[in-house]
């Protein structure tokens, strides 16, 4: 039951994510081939192309790319938001001794790099890209454990997934604190009373997923237009989701049986469509089965597909096409430095504050898992691709040389980390079958 009920749907997450990692290379390749192809005027174009709307008293009109960086990862951000709050409140995450050790492994994970960047950094005009080596893709490291089949016990996987949802909470919260621009208080304030209200009809157990939409919109336009970032909204709007069915799945069951009963007693339609009664019935099937789904869990299964297959691999077409040249200016000291606090900050990090934790016994080792296993994950943690590349373009948006050092910089460092955590842990990994 247990493995039915908890461990299938996590590794369907895996897959997901896995299967995403894999699209979210080919993205980053094509976006570097097209970008430095005879054809990178149209890449450019493509991405600078200005839509929106716009009238004599209203106007919301921006380039291609920003409708990406700051609209559909909106989207992405919601569902970071959601698995927050589901795993804060059911997994892995909802108690001090199921927290302990990934949140150790995640602290690390996000201090560490920070002061490698810190200390070695010597321009003060890059100084702002302290935030890049922070955060841990978990499409692409996930990507590469998954390569490795069965050598990797789940409870590796569960751990890499636990820290880096930790670890995209704190980039969250860097984000909203560091990176966002001059705020304009009275619009957030207003979001505030509309997010407060959801709030509301949360803890009554309300939900409405056309007023949630509706006045999520009205939320995320008012952080664009406040300065402060807009995929933050994403995040306090998935809080809002309740995740408490209406009715248990006990309840659930035996209307179904009921339904299903009195859906076989109908005489059957002469026309070989159902009759008025048959359709009332699944009309019934249809509130009820509204009613058991946790709106939060249902939104999540809905989203995850599209954030992992179109709106990812979307951000790292638009994002990864770094212009290479003999006249290319790049900041070499940054490209180091980010690479540097990508692969060593990570596995520095991550490895030593895992073991402190263990040896001041206030977190535990996952099953199955040896110490090498620990020191290959925390290298693989060094993969930083997507929420770094944004960052990136937070941290230096006014400076073309920066952010493509920076890209650049994300590229060599997470394929280092992705190697040479690979390699560790085929080395000191045996196939479980055996």
């Known amino acids: 039951m247990i493995q039915k009920f908890i461990l299938t749907p996590f590794q369907k997450f895996v897959k997901i994510e896995s299967l995403s990692g894999m699209l979210l290379m080919g993205a980053t390749i094509l976006a570097m081939t097209w970008a430095n192809s005879s054809y990178s005027e149209s890449y450019n174009a493509l991405w600078q192309y200005k839509i929106g709307i716009s ?222 009664k048959q359709i009332s019935q699944i009309d019934d099937l249809e509130d009820w089965t509204e009613q058991v789904q946790s709106p939060l869990q249902h939104l999540e299964h809905k989203l995850h597909n599209w954030v992992a297959f179109f709106i990812m691999p979307v951000f790292a077409l638009a994002n990864a096409g770094v212009v290479f040249s003999m006249n290319m200016k790049l900041d070499i000291p940054l490209i180091i430095n980010i690479v540097l606090a990508l692969f060593l900050g990570k596995f520095i990090g991550v490895t030593l504050l895992s073991i402190l934790g263990i040896k001041l016994k206030l977190a535990e080792f996952p099953e199955g898992v040896n110490y090498w296993q620990l020191v290959g994950i925390s290298i693989l943690a060094g993969v930083g691709f997507t929420m770094s590349i944004f960052i990136a373009n937070l941290a230096f948006a006014e400076h073309t040389v920066f952010i493509d050092s920076a890209k650049v910089g994300i590229l060599i460092g997470s394929l280092i980390s992705g190697i040479v955590g690979y390699i560790i842990l085929r080395m000191s990994s045996k196939p479980i079958s055996s």
């Not at 922070?134 to 996987?157: N, W, Y």
């Open 55 to 276: 009238s004599q008293n209203f106007e919301l009109t921006k380039p291609l790319i920003l409708w990406i960086n700051d609209g559909l990862m909106a989207i992405f951000f919601f569902l970071i938001g959601l698995e927050i709050k589901r795993e804060l409140l059911i997994g892995e995450l909802n108690s001090i001794r199921k927290a302990a050790f990934p949140l150790f492994a995640a602290v690390g994970g996000m201090l560490i790099p920070l002061a490698f960047f810190l200390l070695l950094n010597q321009n003060p005009e890059t100084a702002n890209g302290w935030g890049i080596p922070m955060a841990t893709d978990i499409a692409f490291s996930l990507a590469i454990l998954t390569l490795l089949g069965d050598r990797v016990p789940l409870s590796l996987k569960i751990f890499l997934t636990a820290f880096a949802i930790v670890d995209d909470l704190g980039a969250v919260l860097v984000i909203a604190i560091f990176y966002s621009e001059s705020i304009n208080w009275m619009l957030i304030a207003y979001s505030i009373i509309l997010l407060l209200f959801l709030f509301f009809l949360s803890y009554k157990n309300i939900y409405s997923k056309y007023l949630s939409l509706t006045i999520g919109i009205i939320v995320w336009f008012l952080f664009l237009k406040s300065g402060l970032h807009p995929t933050i909204a994403g995040v306090l709007l998935a809080f809002t989701i309740p995740i408490r069915q209406k009715i248990d799945l006990g309840t659930y069951i035996t209307e179904l049986s009921g339904i299903i009963t009195r859906i076989k007693d109908c005489p059957p339609n002469e026309n070989s469509i159902l009759n008025k």
